[in-house]
Protein backbone atom coordinates (compact mmCIF):
# COMPACT_ATOMS: atom_id res chain seq x y z
CA UNK A 1 0.00 0.00 0.00
CA UNK A 2 1.19 3.73 -0.23
CA UNK A 3 4.32 4.57 -1.92
CA UNK A 4 7.12 2.71 -0.20
CA UNK A 5 9.67 1.17 -2.51
CA UNK A 6 7.96 2.64 -5.40
CA UNK A 7 9.41 4.62 -8.47
CA UNK A 8 7.64 7.65 -9.00
CA UNK A 9 8.43 10.46 -11.72
CA UNK A 10 7.25 13.84 -9.96
CA UNK A 11 7.69 16.57 -12.93
CA UNK A 12 7.68 20.24 -12.06
CA UNK A 13 6.55 22.78 -14.69
CA UNK A 14 7.00 26.85 -14.73
CA UNK A 15 4.80 28.32 -12.00
CA UNK A 16 5.30 30.00 -9.39
CA UNK A 17 3.85 27.66 -7.14
CA UNK A 18 7.01 25.20 -8.30
CA UNK A 19 8.60 25.86 -4.99
CA UNK A 20 5.86 23.60 -3.42
CA UNK A 21 7.25 20.20 -5.05
CA UNK A 22 10.59 20.47 -3.23
CA UNK A 23 8.32 19.86 0.15
CA UNK A 24 6.04 17.14 -1.95
CA UNK A 25 9.48 15.20 -3.03
CA UNK A 26 10.58 15.76 0.49
CA UNK A 27 7.43 13.56 2.01
CA UNK A 28 7.53 11.26 -1.20
CA UNK A 29 10.96 10.52 0.18
CA UNK A 30 10.30 10.86 3.90
CA UNK A 31 7.70 7.67 3.27
CA UNK A 32 10.11 5.57 1.68
CA UNK A 33 9.51 6.04 -2.27
CA UNK A 34 12.33 6.09 -5.02
CA UNK A 35 11.85 9.47 -6.92
CA UNK A 36 13.17 10.93 -10.24
CA UNK A 37 12.02 14.51 -10.86
CA UNK A 38 11.89 16.01 -14.64
CA UNK A 39 12.36 19.88 -14.83
CA UNK A 40 11.21 21.46 -17.72
CA UNK A 41 13.35 24.68 -18.79
CA UNK A 42 10.23 27.07 -17.13
CA UNK A 43 10.69 24.95 -14.21
CA UNK A 44 14.34 25.75 -14.22
CA UNK A 45 13.68 29.40 -13.95
CA UNK A 46 11.61 29.36 -10.79
CA UNK A 47 13.70 26.41 -9.10
CA UNK A 48 17.16 25.23 -9.19
CA UNK A 49 17.85 21.05 -10.45
CA UNK A 50 20.37 20.81 -7.24
CA UNK A 51 17.79 21.06 -4.85
CA UNK A 52 15.54 18.21 -6.28
CA UNK A 53 18.78 16.13 -6.91
CA UNK A 54 20.09 16.56 -3.91
CA UNK A 55 16.93 15.59 -2.02
CA UNK A 56 15.78 12.82 -4.43
CA UNK A 57 18.88 11.46 -4.76
CA UNK A 58 18.70 10.48 -8.15
CA UNK A 59 19.66 12.79 -11.21
CA UNK A 60 17.03 15.35 -12.40
CA UNK A 61 15.53 14.47 -15.79
CA UNK A 62 15.27 17.92 -18.23
CA UNK A 63 17.04 17.69 -21.50
CA UNK A 64 16.36 14.82 -23.60
CA UNK A 65 19.83 15.14 -25.24
CA UNK A 66 22.10 16.66 -22.57
CA UNK A 67 21.86 14.82 -19.59
CA UNK A 68 23.51 11.84 -19.30
CA UNK A 69 23.80 8.35 -18.36
CA UNK A 70 21.66 6.67 -20.76
CA UNK A 71 20.76 7.87 -24.40
CA UNK A 72 16.56 6.15 -23.49
CA UNK A 73 16.47 7.21 -19.82
CA UNK A 74 13.06 8.87 -20.11
CA UNK A 75 11.98 5.36 -21.49
CA UNK A 76 13.49 3.66 -18.88
CA UNK A 77 12.14 5.77 -16.30
CA UNK A 78 8.45 5.36 -17.71
CA UNK A 79 9.09 1.57 -17.59
CA UNK A 80 9.62 1.27 -14.22
CA UNK A 81 7.48 4.09 -12.91
CA UNK A 82 4.56 3.11 -10.45
CA UNK A 83 2.97 6.60 -10.92
CA UNK A 84 3.57 10.05 -12.14
CA UNK A 85 2.62 13.46 -10.48
CA UNK A 86 2.92 16.69 -12.23
CA UNK A 87 2.94 19.14 -9.69
CA UNK A 88 2.76 22.33 -10.75
CA UNK A 89 1.14 21.58 -13.95
CA UNK A 90 1.20 24.64 -16.15
CA UNK A 91 -1.33 25.20 -19.03
CA UNK A 92 1.25 24.81 -21.54
CA UNK A 93 2.38 21.51 -20.13
CA UNK A 94 -1.07 20.37 -19.86
CA UNK A 95 -2.22 21.29 -23.68
CA UNK A 96 0.69 19.45 -24.60
CA UNK A 97 -0.25 15.97 -22.65
CA UNK A 98 -3.42 16.10 -23.83
CA UNK A 99 -2.74 16.01 -27.03
CA UNK A 100 0.21 14.05 -27.10
CA UNK A 101 3.32 16.46 -28.11
CA UNK A 102 6.36 15.13 -27.40
CA UNK A 103 8.92 17.95 -27.28
CA UNK A 104 10.69 17.73 -23.66
CA UNK A 105 12.03 15.14 -21.81
CA UNK A 106 8.68 15.66 -19.14
CA UNK A 107 5.72 15.33 -22.30
CA UNK A 108 8.24 12.46 -24.16
CA UNK A 109 8.76 11.00 -21.13
CA UNK A 110 4.46 11.03 -20.44
CA UNK A 111 3.96 9.45 -23.23
CA UNK A 112 5.60 6.43 -22.69
CA UNK A 113 4.72 5.72 -19.02
CA UNK A 114 1.65 3.30 -18.78
CA UNK A 115 1.28 3.94 -14.55
CA UNK A 116 -1.37 6.11 -13.21
CA UNK A 117 -0.40 10.04 -13.80
CA UNK A 118 -1.73 12.85 -11.32
CA UNK A 119 -2.15 16.23 -12.95
CA UNK A 120 -2.18 19.13 -10.54
CA UNK A 121 -2.84 22.16 -12.15
CA UNK A 122 -1.93 25.56 -10.97
CA UNK A 123 -2.03 28.51 -12.91
CA UNK A 124 -4.38 32.07 -12.75
CA UNK A 125 -7.88 32.14 -12.18
CA UNK A 126 -9.12 32.96 -15.84
CA UNK A 127 -6.40 30.88 -17.37
CA UNK A 128 -7.74 27.72 -15.48
CA UNK A 129 -11.40 28.67 -16.24
CA UNK A 130 -10.40 29.20 -20.04
CA UNK A 131 -12.38 26.67 -22.38
CA UNK A 132 -9.43 25.45 -23.84
CA UNK A 133 -8.07 24.81 -20.85
CA UNK A 134 -10.55 22.82 -19.14
CA UNK A 135 -11.04 20.71 -22.19
CA UNK A 136 -7.56 19.31 -22.29
CA UNK A 137 -8.23 18.54 -18.24
CA UNK A 138 -11.03 16.97 -19.79
CA UNK A 139 -9.05 14.89 -21.96
CA UNK A 140 -7.40 13.69 -19.62
CA UNK A 141 -9.31 12.74 -17.00
CA UNK A 142 -11.66 10.81 -19.93
CA UNK A 143 -8.12 8.88 -20.48
CA UNK A 144 -8.32 7.82 -17.20
CA UNK A 145 -5.79 10.49 -15.05
CA UNK A 146 -6.34 11.88 -12.03
CA UNK A 147 -6.68 15.60 -12.06
CA UNK A 148 -6.70 17.16 -8.76
CA UNK A 149 -8.48 20.58 -8.43
CA UNK A 150 -6.66 23.69 -7.34
CA UNK A 151 -7.07 25.60 -4.25
CA UNK A 152 -8.83 28.76 -4.43
CA UNK A 153 -7.38 31.46 -2.61
CA UNK A 154 -4.72 34.45 -3.47
CA UNK A 155 -2.86 34.00 -6.15
CA UNK A 156 0.40 35.10 -6.60
CA UNK A 157 -1.21 37.60 -9.62
CA UNK A 158 -3.48 38.65 -6.66
CA UNK A 159 -6.31 37.18 -8.12
CA UNK A 160 -8.61 35.82 -6.03
CA UNK A 161 -9.67 32.18 -6.91
CA UNK A 162 -9.35 28.47 -8.44
CA UNK A 163 -6.36 28.11 -9.53
CA UNK A 164 -3.36 27.73 -6.12
CA UNK A 165 -1.59 24.33 -6.13
CA UNK A 166 -2.97 22.45 -3.12
CA UNK A 167 -0.58 21.91 -0.08
CA UNK A 168 2.06 19.11 -0.77
CA UNK A 169 0.23 17.09 2.36
CA UNK A 170 -2.49 17.02 0.71
CA UNK A 171 -1.12 16.22 -2.87
CA UNK A 172 0.67 13.62 -1.01
CA UNK A 173 -2.62 12.19 0.26
CA UNK A 174 -4.13 11.81 -2.76
CA UNK A 175 -1.40 10.22 -4.29
CA UNK A 176 -1.29 7.43 -2.10
CA UNK A 177 -5.07 7.20 -2.37
CA UNK A 178 -4.51 6.74 -5.87
CA UNK A 179 -1.92 3.88 -5.57
CA UNK A 180 -4.03 2.36 -2.91
CA UNK A 181 -6.23 -0.95 -4.16
CA UNK A 182 -9.52 -0.33 -3.89
CA UNK A 183 -10.41 -3.44 -2.16
CA UNK A 184 -13.08 -1.45 -0.19
CA UNK A 185 -15.18 0.04 -2.80
CA UNK A 186 -18.87 0.06 -2.20
CA UNK A 187 -18.64 -0.71 1.36
CA UNK A 188 -19.80 2.08 4.02
CA UNK A 189 -17.66 2.22 7.06
CA UNK A 190 -18.48 3.93 10.24
CA UNK A 191 -15.65 4.56 12.48
CA UNK A 192 -15.55 6.08 16.37
CA UNK A 193 -12.23 7.84 17.24
CA UNK A 194 -10.48 10.18 20.01
CA UNK A 195 -12.00 10.27 24.09
CA UNK A 196 -15.28 11.55 25.38
CA UNK A 197 -15.43 14.40 27.64
CA UNK A 198 -18.29 14.32 30.51
CA UNK A 199 -18.61 17.87 32.18
CA UNK A 200 -17.92 18.30 36.31
CA UNK A 201 -18.79 21.74 36.21
CA UNK A 202 -18.63 24.19 33.48
CA UNK A 203 -14.85 24.51 33.40
CA UNK A 204 -13.98 20.84 34.56
CA UNK A 205 -14.54 17.05 32.92
CA UNK A 206 -13.80 13.77 32.97
CA UNK A 207 -11.69 12.21 30.13
CA UNK A 208 -9.04 9.72 29.10
CA UNK A 209 -5.68 10.26 26.87
CA UNK A 210 -7.30 9.34 23.56
CA UNK A 211 -5.50 11.52 21.31
CA UNK A 212 -7.56 10.20 17.91
CA UNK A 213 -4.54 9.09 15.93
CA UNK A 214 -5.73 5.34 15.88
CA UNK A 215 -9.09 5.78 14.97
CA UNK A 216 -8.20 8.46 12.25
CA UNK A 217 -5.19 5.95 10.81
CA UNK A 218 -8.37 3.95 10.35
CA UNK A 219 -10.28 6.20 8.62
CA UNK A 220 -8.41 7.37 6.48
CA UNK A 221 -7.12 3.76 5.18
CA UNK A 222 -10.71 3.19 4.40
CA UNK A 223 -11.56 5.87 2.45
CA UNK A 224 -8.04 5.22 0.51
CA UNK A 225 -9.05 1.60 0.26
CA UNK A 226 -12.50 2.81 -1.32
CA UNK A 227 -14.57 2.50 1.16
CA UNK A 228 -17.39 6.16 1.99
CA UNK A 229 -16.26 6.64 5.52
CA UNK A 230 -18.11 8.03 8.68
CA UNK A 231 -15.81 9.46 11.61
CA UNK A 232 -17.29 10.27 15.10
CA UNK A 233 -14.96 11.82 16.71
CA UNK A 234 -14.46 13.05 20.47
CA UNK A 235 -12.65 16.28 20.74
CA UNK A 236 -9.24 15.75 19.18
CA UNK A 237 -6.25 17.87 17.86
CA UNK A 238 -6.56 16.15 13.97
CA UNK A 239 -7.45 17.32 10.99
CA UNK A 240 -10.39 15.54 9.60
CA UNK A 241 -9.17 13.03 7.26
CA UNK A 242 -9.28 14.02 3.35
CA UNK A 243 -12.82 12.86 1.84
CA UNK A 244 -14.47 11.57 5.28
CA UNK A 245 -17.56 12.76 6.81
CA UNK A 246 -16.76 13.84 10.15
CA UNK A 247 -19.25 14.22 13.21
CA UNK A 248 -17.87 15.92 16.02
CA UNK A 249 -19.28 14.75 19.88
CA UNK A 250 -18.12 15.03 22.66
CA UNK A 251 -20.13 12.65 25.12
CA UNK A 252 -20.71 9.21 25.28
CA UNK A 253 -24.65 9.90 24.56
CA UNK A 254 -23.81 12.07 21.49
CA UNK A 255 -21.48 9.06 20.90
CA UNK A 256 -23.88 6.72 21.20
CA UNK A 257 -26.95 8.76 19.33
CA UNK A 258 -24.02 9.58 16.17
CA UNK A 259 -23.18 5.61 15.86
CA UNK A 260 -26.83 4.67 16.26
CA UNK A 261 -28.14 7.44 13.72
CA UNK A 262 -25.62 6.16 11.29
CA UNK A 263 -26.04 2.14 12.11
CA UNK A 264 -27.76 1.00 9.61
CA UNK A 265 -26.56 2.24 6.49
CA UNK A 266 -22.71 0.90 7.88
CA UNK A 267 -21.53 -2.55 6.41
CA UNK A 268 -18.48 -2.51 8.76
CA UNK A 269 -18.47 -1.12 12.59
CA UNK A 270 -14.99 0.06 13.74
CA UNK A 271 -15.10 1.25 17.49
CA UNK A 272 -11.60 2.81 18.51
CA UNK A 273 -12.95 5.63 20.36
CA UNK A 274 -12.29 5.71 24.15
CA UNK A 275 -15.35 6.39 25.88
CA UNK A 276 -15.63 7.29 29.56
CA UNK A 277 -17.06 4.35 31.31
CA UNK A 278 -18.45 6.72 33.96
CA UNK A 279 -19.77 10.43 33.95
CA UNK A 280 -20.38 12.60 37.14
CA UNK A 281 -23.85 12.00 38.08
CA UNK A 282 -24.79 15.36 38.94
CA UNK A 283 -22.98 18.05 37.43
CA UNK A 284 -22.94 21.05 38.30
CA UNK A 285 -24.00 24.37 36.63
CA UNK A 286 -22.15 26.80 37.95
CA UNK A 287 -18.16 26.72 39.05
CA UNK A 288 -17.09 24.32 41.99
CA UNK A 289 -15.66 26.51 44.46
CA UNK A 290 -12.57 25.26 46.37
CA UNK A 291 -13.52 24.07 49.82
CA UNK A 292 -10.82 25.09 52.33
CA UNK A 293 -12.14 23.04 55.41
CA UNK A 294 -12.73 19.69 54.28
CA UNK A 295 -9.79 19.75 51.35
CA UNK A 296 -11.77 16.89 49.82
CA UNK A 297 -13.99 16.72 47.13
CA UNK A 298 -16.53 13.55 46.24
CA UNK A 299 -17.61 13.44 43.40
CA UNK A 300 -20.33 10.77 42.78
CA UNK A 301 -20.16 9.29 39.06
CA UNK A 302 -22.51 6.53 36.97
CA UNK A 303 -21.92 3.98 34.46
CA UNK A 304 -22.35 5.81 30.82
CA UNK A 305 -24.39 3.53 27.97
CA UNK A 306 -21.70 0.71 26.78
CA UNK A 307 -22.18 2.02 22.99
CA UNK A 308 -20.25 -1.23 21.60
CA UNK A 309 -22.66 -3.88 23.49
CA UNK A 310 -25.75 -1.58 22.26
CA UNK A 311 -24.39 -2.32 18.74
CA UNK A 312 -23.67 -5.39 19.04
CA UNK A 313 -27.25 -6.16 20.13
CA UNK A 314 -28.54 -4.33 16.84
CA UNK A 315 -26.59 -5.62 14.05
CA UNK A 316 -27.47 -7.58 11.52
CA UNK A 317 -26.02 -10.77 10.17
CA UNK A 318 -24.00 -8.88 7.07
CA UNK A 319 -22.23 -6.26 9.44
CA UNK A 320 -19.20 -6.73 10.63
CA UNK A 321 -18.50 -5.34 13.85
CA UNK A 322 -15.07 -4.72 15.33
CA UNK A 323 -13.84 -3.58 18.82
CA UNK A 324 -10.91 -2.21 20.45
CA UNK A 325 -9.16 -3.41 24.03
CA UNK A 326 -7.29 -1.19 25.67
CA UNK A 327 -6.06 -3.16 28.53
CA UNK A 328 -3.52 -2.96 30.96
CA UNK A 329 -2.95 -6.35 32.15
CA UNK A 330 -4.71 -10.12 30.95
CA UNK A 331 -5.10 -8.46 27.25
CA UNK A 332 -6.29 -12.01 25.43
CA UNK A 333 -8.58 -12.83 28.44
CA UNK A 334 -9.87 -9.17 28.64
CA UNK A 335 -10.31 -8.95 24.88
CA UNK A 336 -11.68 -12.57 24.37
CA UNK A 337 -14.49 -11.65 27.40
CA UNK A 338 -15.19 -8.35 25.45
CA UNK A 339 -15.59 -10.42 22.04
CA UNK A 340 -18.22 -12.66 23.75
CA UNK A 341 -20.15 -9.75 26.22
CA UNK A 342 -20.38 -7.35 23.10
CA UNK A 343 -21.13 -10.21 20.26
CA UNK A 344 -17.93 -8.93 18.07
CA UNK A 345 -17.03 -10.34 14.72
CA UNK A 346 -13.09 -9.09 16.08
CA UNK A 347 -11.25 -7.15 19.05
CA UNK A 348 -7.68 -5.61 18.66
CA UNK A 349 -6.33 -5.21 21.73
CA UNK A 350 -3.13 -3.22 22.54
CA UNK A 351 -1.69 -2.45 25.99
CA UNK A 352 -1.83 0.99 27.06
CA UNK A 353 0.58 2.76 29.13
CA UNK A 354 3.81 2.45 27.27
CA UNK A 355 5.25 5.23 25.13
CA UNK A 356 5.08 3.62 22.00
CA UNK A 357 2.00 1.94 21.89
CA UNK A 358 -1.92 2.87 22.17
CA UNK A 359 -2.28 6.55 23.90
CA UNK A 360 -0.95 9.21 21.62
CA UNK A 361 1.99 7.39 20.88
CA UNK A 362 2.45 7.70 16.71
CA UNK A 363 3.23 3.35 16.66
CA UNK A 364 1.40 1.16 17.89
CA UNK A 365 1.39 -2.69 18.72
CA UNK A 366 -2.13 -4.63 18.39
CA UNK A 367 -3.45 -8.19 18.91
CA UNK A 368 -6.46 -9.46 16.57
CA UNK A 369 -9.10 -11.73 18.34
CA UNK A 370 -10.97 -13.34 16.02
CA UNK A 371 -14.97 -14.59 17.02
CA UNK A 372 -13.80 -18.18 15.50
CA UNK A 373 -11.39 -18.47 18.36
CA UNK A 374 -7.78 -17.61 15.98
CA UNK A 375 -5.96 -14.56 17.00
CA UNK A 376 -2.92 -12.37 14.63
CA UNK A 377 -0.41 -10.58 16.53
CA UNK A 378 0.84 -6.75 14.86
CA UNK A 379 4.28 -5.80 16.17
CA UNK A 380 4.91 -2.25 16.79
CA UNK A 381 4.66 0.06 13.82
CA UNK A 382 3.16 3.19 12.78
CA UNK A 383 -0.45 3.49 13.59
CA UNK A 384 -1.18 4.29 9.27
CA UNK A 385 0.54 0.03 9.25
CA UNK A 386 -1.51 -0.80 12.00
CA UNK A 387 -5.03 -0.10 10.42
CA UNK A 388 -4.20 -1.50 7.00
CA UNK A 389 -3.36 -4.58 8.26
CA UNK A 390 -6.30 -4.70 10.56
CA UNK A 391 -8.40 -3.68 7.26
CA UNK A 392 -6.33 -6.81 5.68
CA UNK A 393 -8.05 -9.31 8.04
CA UNK A 394 -11.62 -7.55 8.29
CA UNK A 395 -11.86 -8.04 4.57
CA UNK A 396 -10.18 -11.60 4.96
CA UNK A 397 -13.05 -12.49 7.08
CA UNK A 398 -15.73 -11.10 5.35
CA UNK A 399 -14.82 -13.51 2.85
O1 LIG B 1 -6.50 7.63 20.24
P1 LIG B 1 -5.08 7.17 20.40
O2 LIG B 1 -4.24 8.12 21.24
O3 LIG B 1 -4.42 6.85 19.09
O4 LIG B 1 -5.12 5.81 21.26
C1 LIG B 1 -5.67 4.65 20.70
C2 LIG B 1 -6.49 3.85 21.72
C3 LIG B 1 -5.56 3.35 22.83
C4 LIG B 1 -7.60 4.73 22.33
C5 LIG B 1 -7.16 2.66 20.93
O5 LIG B 1 -6.16 1.88 20.37
C6 LIG B 1 -8.03 1.82 21.86
O6 LIG B 1 -7.58 0.92 22.55
N1 LIG B 1 -9.36 2.12 21.92
C7 LIG B 1 -10.32 1.50 22.82
C8 LIG B 1 -10.31 2.23 24.12
C9 LIG B 1 -11.33 1.66 25.11
O7 LIG B 1 -12.22 2.36 25.49
O8 LIG B 1 -11.18 0.39 25.42
P2 LIG B 1 -12.14 -0.41 26.45
O9 LIG B 1 -11.44 -1.70 26.62
O10 LIG B 1 -12.42 0.42 27.64
O11 LIG B 1 -13.48 -0.59 25.65
C10 LIG B 1 -13.73 -1.71 24.80
C11 LIG B 1 -14.56 -1.29 23.62
O12 LIG B 1 -15.85 -0.86 24.08
C12 LIG B 1 -14.00 -0.16 22.78
O13 LIG B 1 -14.22 -0.47 21.43
C13 LIG B 1 -14.84 1.05 23.22
O14 LIG B 1 -15.00 1.98 22.14
C14 LIG B 1 -16.17 0.43 23.57
N2 LIG B 1 -16.93 1.14 24.62
C15 LIG B 1 -16.45 1.25 25.89
C16 LIG B 1 -17.21 1.88 26.86
C17 LIG B 1 -18.46 2.42 26.51
N3 LIG B 1 -19.20 3.05 27.39
N4 LIG B 1 -18.91 2.31 25.24
C18 LIG B 1 -18.16 1.68 24.30
O15 LIG B 1 -18.58 1.60 23.15
Redesign the pocket.
Known sequence: MGVEKKNILLGVTGGIAAYKSVELLRLLKKAGANVTVLLTDSALKFVGRTTFEVLSENPVLSDLYFDTHSSVRHIDLAARADAVIIAPATANTIAKLAWGIADNALSTTLLAVTCPVMICPSMNTDMYQNLRVQRNLDILEKDGWHILDPDSGVLACKTVGAGRLPEPWFIFDRVEAMMTQKDLSGKKILV???PTVEAIDPVRFVSN???????YAIARACEKRGAKVTLVSGPVGLEPPVGVERINVET?EEMKDQMIANLDQADIII???????YKPIDPKAGKIKKNNKTKELCLSMIE??????LIGKKKTKDQFLV?????TDDLEKNARL?IEK?NLDMI?A?L?GASDS????DT?KVKLFFKDGSSFDIPLME?DKVADILLDHVIEKMG
Open positions: SAGHSSGKMGCKVAAVADTPDILKGFAAEKKANVGFKANK
